[in-house]
């Protein structure tokens, strides 16, 4: 079932209103992520990824990450629209936040613009921002959205949200 959508602010997009399949588009705010006092990217040169009832999630290019951070980590995934993912570790003297970004070599045509840019869950870093607010984490521990003010839910992840 479902669920009613959030009433819309001034300067808000609902999630609802994202289509289904997803879409990838390019944006030029201003994506940091911090840990540990290092920035490990920071980009205006981003892609966003809509898709119904998920806060976007936002792929980084690669020259916009630290040098070094990155190490390639075990496993992979499949999404129906993008094609397969492969997970990234990030790695910070001797902290290692484990597949906490995830990227796609070779997308699926629709979603071309992605290759090799790199998306990360904001849940383990000490600040992810967009545009200098401060994000919140897509709730559950599979989706990596980004949340912030400008943005209305509901947001899959939620309790009860698996059939959505």
Request: proline content about 12%.
């Amino acid at each position: 079932m479902r669920p009613r959508a959030d009433p819309v602010g001034p300067g808000q997009e609902s999630v609802w209103s994202y289509p289904r399949p997803a879409i990838a588009e390019p944006t030029a705010s201003r994506i940091m992520i911090e840990h540990h006092r290092l920035v490990i990217a920071s980009s205006r040169a981003c892609i966003r990824t809509l898709e119904t009832s998920h806060p976007p999630s936002y792929y980084i290019p690669p020259e916009d990450i630290a040098p070094g951070v990155l190490r390639r980590a075990a496993g992979s995934s499949f999404c129906e629209w993008k094609g397969a993912a492969r997970y990234w570790d990030v790695v910070i003297g001797d902290v290692v936040l484990p597949r906490v970004g995830w990227s796609y070599a070779d997308p699926s045509p629709a979603f071309a613009m992605l290759r090799d840019h790199v998306a990360f869950y904001a849940a383990p870093f000490d600040r992810c921002s967009v545009d200098g607010e401060t994000v919140v984490p897509q709730p559950g521990d599979f989706y990596g959205g980004w949340i912030t003010s400008a943005l209305a839910g509901p947001f899959k992840g939620v309790p009860g949200s698996q059939g959505w």
